[in-house]
């Protein structure tokens, strides 16, 4: 993270305080999972984010007591290699619908505080540029799971 970034990201905080504790009540999160990988292999989180409100909505991270390390993340294919890539934000439009689902965009889960249960549900947080929140229970599942 630059020196900029960083500013950015305190100044961002310092606006955004008072609303921190609101609710995204504009956004649905529906089908939620959690894709278990063995071993050390990171697991990625899947969802329909759902956005019945009149104005966009901009997702900017996600957090989850269960993990370490959460990131908003992008799978694409180019040229025959699969190659994933860090994004800063995710635009779900007004009235719109976006799906973090394999091969696409996912939340990266990287060091489990404990050993993953297929079966279990796992609180996970999105944060919006706005401030507000939401919480959602993703349910794990085996690595050979589909969409
Ligand atoms: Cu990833």
Redesign the pocket.
Known sequence: MSRNTLLAALLGLAFTGPALAAQADHVKVEHAWIRQLPGDLPA?GYADLVNEGDAPAVLRSASSPAFASAML?Q?SHEGGMNR?SMIDHLDIPAHGRVSLAPGGY?V?LMDPAKPLAVGQKVPLRFEFADGSTLEANFEVRAANAGG
């Open positions: 990625a993340h799978s994933m996912h990266m």
